[in-house]
């Protein structure tokens, strides 16, 4: 499973971004999704989840600000960010596996990540 990230740029504070996860599998639909996200310095942190039917799980900081959805035609997932700030900058990566769990290592598969940067 190759997974492909994109979407990240800099964008200004209380601004919107959709980060999108293109993913090269023919088993995507029988896959569990999540977006974490890592500022400098710090440890990878879950953002967003969505398991293969549907259910969708949120870290606090996400929650009414952050959606999380997947195109099951396309392979793909997306993020979509509003209201974002300076604290949301880091790299954001998608992962893949059989989990919606909060802990990264509980995904099989990652992308490279794309860079999201939030200025004040």
């Known amino acids: 499973v190759q997974l492909v990230e994109s979407g990240g740029e800099l964008v200004q504070d209380g601004g919107s971004l959709r980060l999108s996860c293109a993913a090269s599998t023919q088993v995507f639909s029988s896959l569990d999704m999540g977006w974490f996200r890592q500022a400098p310095g710090k440890e990878r942190e879950f953002v967003a989840a969505?398991?293969?039917?549907?259910?969708?799980y949120y870290a606090d900081s996400a929650k009414g600000r952050c959606t999380i959805s997947r195109d099951n035609r396309k392979d793909t997932v997306y993020l979509q960010m509003n209201s974002l700030k300076p604290d949301d900058t880091g790299v954001y990566f998608c992962a893949a596996g059989t989990s919606t769990s909060m802990n990264p290592y509980e995904y099989d598969y990652w992308g490279q990540g794309t860079q999201v940067t939030v200025s004040s």
């Open positions: 969505i398991s293969w039917n549907g259910d969708t």
